[in-house]
């Protein structure tokens, strides 16, 4: 046998093969998980008669993806998901997906439609995971602790900030057993791909295909912006899907500035967070409850947006936020992290930042494709 192949083979009959070893072009391993396909109408009422998003790759439709158990690490340039290891953190969107792509064919960074097929299946199953959202317990659940890192960027080094990867306790998992995802809700948000919002409209790559490291530069034309019958169109064409502002926003360019009242779901952003001259600055922006956004008068809300995240499945969803500016070019990330002491949770969505941002509570995982 090979390496790696007898703990693969212990790893696979602990877990039911829900959890495998996976090498890269290298030979050197990362811990996964293993997610069998299923369709929308599985796990979300008034979901599609249609695979999941996440199983559809350049027209393919996938039997199973895979994600790291762990958020990953850092070895000569490349991710790896492993146990008990200080996370990687304080790193672009950019160095994260270079670090996924390097491992070798089908190997990327998580992307939106990964992320929401196990948010979606995870609140089905009545499983929606805790975590370490207040400096390294549960806030709710203070008796629920990870082991402390050590050595990563710190933003308060004397506290517990960031733990270990997989040392929470099962409740931190998607599926709340060992074979489980772990962190998904809180250490770190994770950066993920094929999502953003550009001028307030949101805009994705198609299906899954950001698994396959396309072009997801600013200027790419892969970049796709979503019609209100679903159909997914070139950006900046009319009535397309956009987050507007509830109030007025301003053009403070002194400090950052929190704008009451949140979003609403639009074809058009006429109240802007930021009213100033700096088209692509980080002033002004909102954060709401996830649950409380709504749909302006006439528009429809199709069901590809709450597939995606991008709308509440519905207002007894738990109260996760939502933290988004609607001018400029932001970024996607999600799951909340040790800093925010509030319950969040896997819907908790970061649209905030440029894809330069950078913050010791950001960090990513890795997935893989056949």
């Known amino acids: 046998m090979g390496r790696f192949d007898d703990v693969r083979l212990a790893l696979e009959?602990?877990?039911?093969?829900?959890?495998?070893?996976?090498?890269?072009?290298?030979?050197?391993?990362s811990v996964m998980v293993r997610i069998p396909r299923f369709r929308w109408c599985d796990v979300l009422d008034g979901g599609e008669n249609a695979p999941c998003s996440a199983f559809v790759?350049?027209?393919?439709?996938?039997?199973?993806?895979?994600?790291?158990?762990?958020?990953?690490?850092?070895?000569?340039?490349?991710?790896?998901?492993?146990?008990?290891?200080?996370?990687?953190?304080?790193?672009?969107?950019?160095?994260?997906?270079?670090?996924?792509?390097?491992?070798?064919?089908?190997?990327?960074?998580?992307?939106?439609?990964?992320?929401?097929?196990?948010a979606h299946w995870s609140r089905k199953n009545g499983t929606l995971p805790r975590g370490n959202n207040e400096f390294g317990h549960d806030i709710l659940h203070s008796h629920e602790a990870g082991v402390r890192a050590t050595g990563a960027f710190m933003i308060e080094p004397e506290k517990t900030e960031l733990t270990l990867t997989g040392t929470g306790p099962v409740s931190w998992t998607h599926d709340g057993t060992s074979a489980g995802i772990c962190d998904l809700h809180g250490n770190m948000w994770d950066h993920t791909a094929g999502l953003r919002v550009k001028d307030g409209e949101l805009q994705i790559i198609a299906d899954n295909d950001s698994a396959l490291n396309v072009d997801e530069s600013p200027d790419s034309p892969l970049w796709r912006a979503i019609g209100t019958d679903g159909r997914l169109v070139s950006p900046g064409s009319p009535g397309t899907y956009k987050y507007d502002?509830?109030?007025?926003?301003?053009?403070?360019?002194?400090?950052?500035?929190?704008?009451?009242?949140?979003?609403?779901?639009?074809?058009?952003?006429?109240?802007?967070?930021?009213?100033?001259?700096?088209?692509?600055?980080?002033?002004?922006?909102?954060?709401?409850?996830?649950?409380?956004?709504?749909?302006?008068?006439?528009?429809?809300?199709?069901?590809?947006?709450?597939?995606?995240?991008?709308?509440?499945?519905?207002?007894?969803?738990?109260?996760?936020?939502?933290?988004?500016?609607?001018?400029?070019?932001?970024?996607?990330?999600?799951?909340?992290?040790w800093y925010d002491s509030y319950v969040g949770g896997l819907w908790d969505t970061y649209l905030r930042d440029s894809r330069e941002y950078v913050y010791p509570d950001l960090g990513f995982r890795a997935a893989y494709i056949d």
């Open 13 to 29: 009959a602990a877990t039911g093969g829900r959890n495998t070893l996976l090498t890269d072009d290298l030979g050197l391993p």
């Open 245 to 337: 502002g509830v109030n007025e926003g301003n053009d403070d360019n002194t400090s950052i500035t929190g704008v009451p009242g949140g979003v609403c779901l639009s074809t058009s952003v006429e109240r802007p967070q930021y009213t100033g001259p700096e088209a692509d600055a980080s002033y002004a922006y909102v954060y709401m409850y996830f649950r409380n956004m709504a749909a302006a008068p006439g528009v429809p809300v199709h069901i590809l947006l709450k597939e995606l995240g991008l709308y509440p499945v519905s207002p007894d969803m738990d109260p996760v936020y939502l933290f988004v500016r609607n001018y400029g070019e932001r970024y996607a990330a999600r799951g909340g992290s």
């Open 57 to 118: 790759v350049g027209g393919e439709v996938k039997d199973c993806i895979y994600i790291s158990k762990y958020l990953n690490v850092i070895e000569s340039g490349r991710a790896y998901s492993l146990p008990a290891r200080t996370p990687a953190n304080y790193m672009t969107i950019d160095e994260a997906r270079e670090a996924c792509a390097k491992k070798g064919p089908g190997w990327h960074l998580l992307t939106n439609a990964e992320w929401m097929a196990v």
